[in-house]
């Protein structure tokens, strides 16, 4: 069954690094997505992406973070220069093809476990 | 600013028993529902999804959808203990760019005893 693939699972960095977090959504999917949730906090949308562009963009989602489709397959989140609340799981999501799938319904990967120190 | 509420829990029912799930949402203007479980660190997996007021039965599970009373909810019938899960509740907002963003609630934790 096709799925949203996400690396690296886990990634420790220091304060004031850049982060760059890989996923691959499924192939046949428009629309895609970044989220993320704090320990023991609820999932928290930060941008969507479709036809090359971000679509829309949580106010979590300012200055440091930016999104990338750099071929056909990878959507990439960077986190240009991290702090100590960014330390979350960031989840990948993708949705809506072309056929039954509605473009609501998100297919999650396993997420990037991100610790900041 | 959209809220989704949840009963946080813990929600404690036996195995094979019913659980009842509730959330209640603010933006009006939302149109689709989703019912999202997430197992103790994991991502969450979409169980659920209703568009229109009444029920929707999908084998164990039922979501109910009233938009006037902005109210849904996820009925789980014959609980099994593999049920045990965070639920999360989710309509959606269409950004009209192509794009729909969920927002999420806290989730209910369901635990379902032996």
């Known amino acids: 069954e096709p799925e949203v693939t996400q690396t690296p699972s886990h990634q420790v960095t220091q304060m004031g690094q850049e982060v760059i977090l890989r996923c691959v959504p499924i192939?046949?999917?428009?629309?895609f997505y970044w989220y993320r949730q704090i320990l023991g906090q609820k999932v928290e949308f930060l941008v969507s992406f479709y036809n090359n562009e971000i679509s829309e963009k949580s106010e979590i989602f300012d200055d440091q973070f930016s999104v990338e489709r750099p071929d056909g397959s990878n959507f990439t989140l960077k986190i240009r220069s991290t702090k100590l609340e960014d330390s979350a799981m960031y989840f990948c999501?993708?949705?809506?093809?072309?056929?039954?799938?509605?473009?609501?319904?998100?297919?999650f990967g396993e997420g990037s476990r991100l610790t900041v120190l | 600013q959209k809220e989704v509420e949840q009963n946080s829990g813990p929600l404690s029912v036996p195995e094979g028993a019913i659980a009842s799930l509730n959330c209640t949402y603010s933006?009006?203007?939302?149109?689709?529902f989703f019912w999202y479980r997430q197992y103790s660190g994991k991502s969450p997996e979409l169980i659920m999804s209703?568009?229109?007021?009444g029920d929707k039965e999908d084998g164990r599970f039922t979501a109910q959808l009233n938009k006037a009373s902005q109210y849904v909810s996820l009925l789980i019938r014959d609980s099994q203990p593999s049920d045990s899960a965070t639920y999360l509740c989710?309509?959606?907002?269409?950004?009209?760019?192509?794009?729909?963003?969920?927002?999420f609630g806290k989730g209910t934790k369901l635990s379902v005893i032996p």
């Open positions: 209703i568009y229109s007021n």
């Open positions: 192939s046949n999917h428009l629309y």
């Open positions: 989710a309509p959606d907002a269409y950004s009209g760019a192509g794009s729909y963003q969920l927002t």
């Open positions: 933006d009006r203007v939302s149109q689709s």
């Open positions: 999501a993708s949705s809506g093809n072309s056929g039954r799938v509605f473009a609501g319904e998100l297919f």
